[in-house]
């Protein structure tokens, strides 16, 4: 399993971009790049997967460079419904070893 | 809704109460799990299920007895509880174990408090 590095906590402002950097050197060849989104006392929500260069859908873009070892989840003007953890994994076992770490706190002000 | 539906949402009992906590799931997933997230902590494996056999049973004691009568349904049957055991009891699914990239579906959990 991959170790990743975010970010502890970000603020930002309704209607700007937010860009959170998620670190992975260690990164296997099959592993993928995995996002979740968690409010309190909710279950984490899947919000963007990939393996390489970009992908985009309707909530955010995930950028991934080359070579991998880092990812940066992007949100287009956040609003204050966005203030949630913003969970990054980097793994490959399917959901046998899901494993979560602390996740980046988002908070977003008025 | 992500599918994935648990009862009850909040829960409170004593130490030595019995309680179980149902998670149904509507997704047609073959794998599930329960997670444990205690206050400002990250979310914890406690069980996993496939194809309604237990693959993963990490180091949780036994007061903590999981069960899954198929694929749709998993419960969690607590008894004698301390009070370190209050958290957010999280199921999820997912289409398989095996696949690279398995995404996880989550419930809106349980909020248990033991006093």
């Known amino acids: 399993l991959a170790k990743t590095t975010q970010p502890i906590s970000m603020d930002s402002y309704e209607g700007q971009e937010v860009n959170i950097t998620c670190s992975h050197n260690?990164?296997?060849?099959?592993?993928?790049i995995t996002w979740y989104q968690q409010f309190p006392s909710q279950g984490p929500r899947f919000i963007i997967q990939?393996?390489?260069t970009k992908v985009t859908n309707e909530v955010a873009s995930l950028f991934i460079p080359a070579d991998r070892k880092s990812s940066t989840l992007s949100l287009p003007r956040v609003s204050l419904s966005d203030t949630a953890v913003y969970y990054c994994?980097?793994?490959?076992?399917?959901?046998?070893?899901?494993?979560f770490g602390a996740g980046t706190r988002l908070f977003v002000k008025a | 809704e992500t599918g994935v539906t648990q009862t009850p949402r909040h829960l409170v009992m004593g130490m030595t109460n019995k309680k179980s906590l149902k998670c149904e799931q509507h997704?047609?997933?073959?794998?599930m799990y329960w997670y444990k997230q205690s206050a400002k902590k990250p979310l914890e494996l406690m069980f996993v299920y496939s194809l309604e056999e237990r693959v993963e049973n990490n180091s949780v004691p036994s007061r903590f007895s999981p069960e899954c009568p198929n694929s749709s349904h998993l419960f969690l049957h607590l008894h004698t509880l301390q009070p370190e055991d209050s958290a957010l009891y999280l199921c999820a699914s997912s289409q398989d174990l095996d696949r690279d990239n398995e995404k996880l579906f989550f419930g809106s959990g349980t909020q248990l408090s033991v006093l």
């Open positions: 990939g393996y390489k």
């Open positions: 994994l980097a793994q490959n076992t399917g959901g046998f070893k899901t494993i």
């Open positions: 997704l047609g997933h073959n794998a």
């Open positions: 260690n990164i296997a060849t099959n592993d993928y």
